[in-house]
């Protein structure tokens, strides 16, 4: 642990976060279902090595009462007026647009970090990025002691060149998707900035709104977990995916269509995408969880029998990757579908720590609970393990084999 004490504010715009909260919090301003909706998010840490992240608690408490003072700026405003999806009554919104602390509940539960954002859809929503930002920051300040800068500097280098190496990477990209967990704010920038002059032809963008305008990056991101849970409670929880899939189109009409399809699994995601309505009007699918091997050939197989031609389709990885594992990808998948990969954390906290693996995800809806199931067991998270399981229950998965990941 070391002594060393933040005397900065790590967040000084509501922008430095990702741009799927904004697209996210478009949408549930402009449907009726989530006018009068509540909402409780959770924090988890999924590191194993017993990493005690209470004494952070104080910074983390006086981080978050600095971001309930900022607003967005005109210049911010006025850079996302100019996206053709962002309305003007949204920018209006977010013109008056502030966080409140009365909706953060943060204290110590033995070495854990209890905390819980509890409050209105639109006012809280977008407190989960700019907590895991901090969580993440100042466990490299204060955990860690901060990082080796030609170390991380070496790092960044050997995977640039890991890439070059390749020589033909045509229809090879990614995107940085590493905001919530990296090392600094600061060296973000500076992995941004080596990214779009060293691989100009691979690297297509970021997910941070702030980046992607100071820097003049394109914005990347469409949905998260959160649209297709928050459906749970406004609708047949069997119908739930479908209306999250409706919903998303109601809103963008064809753009940013990108779906997500890991929170009730890949196999009831192909039983509720499979109609050409869905399969033409997105123009391809987000893995997140499990095999993505596995993933993919499922992708490719819906889309031919769709009688789509999968080569007009994009599918986008984002899973615990790094830059072999993206490679790999891509070579199992090149020239029989577009592929892409949001990195994160082995982009922006490959510095010589070890890393948080931290989420804070969302666990009810107007006081019910909610889930997601994914591909992989260990990534659910809800409190309620009979819902988790009846939900299983209705997407056609065996409710034996989920279980409660703390």
Known sequence: MSNEKIDRWLINSLMDIDFYKITMLQAFYHAAEFRLVNVQWK????NKEGLDLTPLIPEIQKQLEHICTLSFSEQELDYLAKLSFIKPDFIEFLRIFKLNMKFIHLHCDGENINLRFDGPLLHVSLFEIYALSIISELHTYINCGGFDLFVAREKLASKIALLKAEGDLTGFNFIDFGTRRRASKDWQEEVLKTLKTQLPDSFLGTSSVHFARTLGLPAVGTMAHEWFQSWQAVTRLADAQIAALEGWVREYRGRLG???????SMDSFIRDFSDPYFGKLYDGLRHDS??????GEKAIALYQKMEIDPLNKTLVFSDSLDFPRMIEIWKRFRGRIKVSFGIGTNLMNDVGNVPLSIVIKMISVNGKPVAKISDEPGKSMCEDLGYLQYLASQ?????SIVRISK
């Open 43 to 46: 924090f988890a840490c999924r």
């Open 258 to 264: 990108i779906a997500l399809t890991d929170c009730y």
């Open 290 to 295: 499990g095999c993505p091997f596995v993933w």
């Open 395 to 399: 997407y056609g998965i065996d409710p």
